[in-house]
């Protein structure tokens, strides 16, 4: 993108006229006239910081040491929210949760009301490793299929829910572990935490 149009563009998204850029920044109007219609082709360093520093962006910008501004409409506004951390969920067999004074970042557009660390690797299947968060949903019941925190006997793990004929039965996402199944009379031992909506991974 050459320099007329950089200028052009941050000018407009500041919503500046020529006159108050020239007022800001002390580069007299005709020599930024000159520029936004390309008249002139090597200005000096200090026209271009005194021009960057009035509308706020690195000098850079201009100079044409970084990447040329990307066009309006791919630029994606992103808004973030916190959610609580509430401790370690077992990729494996059942752990303790344990609440921790922690709280995460993440994208709003993510509908979960809690956070949980992965331990174990009986999710890999999924992608979700030893390390990962994963974000929950809060509710009593999820379909078959989804994957769902679970509390079982005071402790909590992550696997996919199925409800049998006689109870519900947990599927791991690696075939080392095998089913939990757990009948009618057996129902209590258990809760459905939530469903996990959304995971964040380490890179590796």
């Known amino acids: 993108m050459e320099l007329r149009e950089k200028l052009a563009r941050l000018k407009g998204g500041a919503g500046l006229t ?3 850029l020239s007022a800001l920044s002390g580069v007299p109007r005709g020599t930024i006239n ?5 008249e ?23 100079t044409g040491d970084v990447p040329a501004l990307p066009e309006d409409e791919n630029i994606l506004s992103v808004t973030t929210r916190r959610v609580p951390l509430l401790g370690e969920i077992a990729a494996g067999v059942p752990i303790e949760c344990r609440q921790e004074e922690e709280v995460l ?8 009301d809690f956070a949980l660390r992965v331990r174990g690797d009986s999710m890999i299947g999924a992608r979700i490793l030893d ?25 909590t793990t992550l696997k996919r829910v199925y409800h049998i004929r006689d109870g519900v039965q ?17 129902c209590e031992r258990i809760r459905i935490l939530g469903r ?6 380490r890179i590796l």
């Open 18 to 20: 020529t006159e108050k």
């Open 105 to 112: 970042t993440c994208d709003e557009s993510i509908p979960c």
């Open 131 to 155: 390390g990962d968060i994963v974000f929950i949903r809060q509710q009593d019941d999820v379909d078959d299929g989804t994957i769902a925190a679970v509390w079982i006997d005071g402790d």
């Open 40 to 62: 002139t082709k090597n200005p000096t360093f200090q026209t271009l910081s005194r021009l960057a520093k009035a509308l706020s962006c690195p000098t850079e910008m201009l």
């Open 170 to 186: 947990l599927i791991s996402e690696n075939p080392r572990y095998a089913p939990m199944i757990f009948s009618y009379p057996d």
């Open 196 to 201: 996990a909506v959304g995971f964040q991974s």
């Open 34 to 38: 000159k520029l936004l219609n390309g």
